[in-house]
């Protein structure tokens, strides 16, 4: 991903590095091209507008106008605001228990797959794991979640066929967690093809019955600027803890990412970045903005 994006930024900054006394028509020209890359890259464009001007602003400053390597200390400057516009430090998660998680979001954005692959990054750091099956609109998708339940290796309640009520399925599942002994439960909730009411008020019952300590949505990153907005309808609803992007693999652009924190407020907490169990990670974004500097 941000294919596109690191080489226009590898190009401008190349371009500023060689200049050896900087003026500020140096610097505007090369903001300039930074701020087309960010909204090539579908960056929203109060996002990107008001990210140069912050990095202008340090720029323009005496200390790096007046430094020997000023093209480098420029640098530094995008490298350290890119990393607070993707939200700073590493967001953690609160897993105290009764550590209920509920994941959330619009069909096919890779709830299912990343209730599983949050399961197994659990259960590698030690906790104890719980998979819980409440779609119930989509047959398929408890199928999908008993089988990797089993890939990784972690016990999942699946209701029974026919079942409507979630709100059922989800205390049948509090009791059945308590004989399990786990110690994170992840709810893995129905989604629909856009944000609407019956689906909203669902997720809200289920919110106030299981109390859930995190409420990720789960967002594609390849969506772009909508999985934005998704995430503005969805915190204004259920008010979510975190965002988990998927499909990191699949998007040229990264607008998304980048986008994300800044016009919601929320933390990427996770990536998925493949189809496998595996291809799941924690969000940090000092790495990430290293990785898009190249
Ligand atoms: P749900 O409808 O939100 O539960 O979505 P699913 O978990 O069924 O995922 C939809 C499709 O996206 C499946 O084919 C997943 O394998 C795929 N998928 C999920 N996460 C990722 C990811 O990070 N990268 C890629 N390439 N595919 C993913």
Known sequence: MFNAL????????RNL??????SEKNITDALREVRLSLLEADVEFSVAK???????????GEKVMKSIKPGEQI??????????????DQAPMDLNPPAHILICGLNGAGKTTTSAKLALRL?????????????????A?????????EQVEVPCFAP??????????AKQALSWAKEQ????????????QEVDETLIEELKQLNKLIEPKETLLVADSATGQQAVSVAQSFDAAVGLTGIVLTKLDGDARGGAALSMRAVTGKPIKYIGEGEKMDQFTEFYPDRMASRILG
Do not use: H, W
């Open 75 to 88: 640098v530094k400057i995008f490298n350290d605001e890119l990393t607070k516009l993707l939200g700073g």
């Open 50 to 60: 008001a990210f140069i001007a912050t990095v202008k602003e340090q720029a323009m």
């Open 160 to 169: 029974e066929a026919g079942e409507t009520d979630v709100l059922k399925v």
């Open 141 to 149: 998708a408890i199928d999908q979640l008993k089988t990797l339940a």
């Open 123 to 139: 259960k590698k750091d030690g906790r104890r794991p719980l998979l819980i099956a409440c779609d119930l609109y989509r047959p």
């Open 17 to 22: 590095r060689g200049v050896g006394k900087i």
């Open 181 to 192: 002994n786990g110690t994170v439960l992840i709810f893995d909730t129905a989604g629909r």
């Open 6 to 13: 690191s080489e226009s930024l590898d190009n401008t900054f």
